[in-house]
């Protein structure tokens, strides 16, 4: 069906890829603008929080700053300023393994965990239902088609980068 | 091809629209970090600049403020610093027309618009390279695709905000 659609009206070849950029970032923009609306309504919190959190929650041993920010892909200083949010309100903590006194690791606290843990399952019901008229077989197909992008685009991002 | 792929991994049902906003957002994430990289690099600007100069180029008549804040989706305080900064480079003016003295516009000057122009075209050509293992049948069904996704889901917020 998406196929029939695109014969319609075909497209100059310079174009293709900018359009699909467009599209990309104009749905994850629609998205994103949303979720931040649940998350300080219902949460009181920002994406950037909800993110960290989600990181930690899926490093058991902490994560260092600098495995936090490529993570993330924020600046150094947003993530200072996101972590000593998320530790004065006694959700996350840090620590210095006896192994290794020089490097800090972040991670969640027994209260940060429960709490991200409401806010993960209220968030899967949320997106449910933001994208429930996406038919499961349109859901499968931009999964695979993502991830085909992602890994080539950083394939030839890394490859721009190269000496 | 996608379709086969999905079937030898069947997903729970209440985790497929989780992962389809997941990877959405990785895949978006990654494109948005190089073209942050390509526009400081090139162009010493950034995505917030570029994306306000491309708005002002599809709107020859000028935006108000307001109508700039809407459509790029950031924060009323961002817009005025961006706009501020673009001013000061000569690359967009202010005017308010005699039929209407109380309203601003903002538009690119004659310099903004072919500063703009420069960068589109380079831009053009590096998200052609960025994506360009991406096979065109993948590009057009991605496109198909995600318009679909944003308006399903611009109409469920909707719906959801209603009174």
Redesign the interface.
């Known amino acids: 069906m998406?196929?029939a659609?695109?014969l319609e009206r075909p497209?100059a070849e310079?174009?293709?890829?900018?359009?699909?950029?467009l599209?990309?970032?104009?749905?994850?923009?629609?998205?994103?603008?949303?979720m931040r609306r649940f998350l300080r309504r219902h949460f009181a919190t920002t994406l950037p929080r909800f993110d960290l959190m989600a990181a930690l929650e899926r490093a058991p041993d902490g994560l260092t700053m600098g495995e936090i920010s490529r993570r993330l892909?924020v600046s150094g200083g947003n993530v200072t300023s996101i972590v000593a949010g998320l530790e004065r309100d006694g959700l996350i903590g840090r620590r210095q393994p006896p192994s290794d006194r020089r490097t800090t690791y972040v991670a969640l606290t027994e209260r940060g965990r429960a709490a991200f843990a409401e806010m993960a399952r209220a968030?899967?019901r949320w997106?449910?239902?933001?994208?429930?008229?996406?038919s499961?077989?349109?859901?499968?197909?931009?999964?695979?088609?993502?991830?085909?992008?992602?890994h080539?685009?950083?394939?030839?991002?890394e490859a721009?980068r190269a000496p």
């Open positions: 998406a196929r659609r695109v497209q310079s174009k293709r890829r900018l359009r699909l950029w599209r990309l970032y104009a749905a994850t923009s629609v998205i994103e603008r949303e892909m968030h899967e997106i449910n239902e933001l994208l429930a008229d996406a499961d077989h349109d859901v499968d197909a931009l999964v695979d088609l993502l991830a085909g992008l992602k080539s685009s950083e394939a030839r991002a721009g």
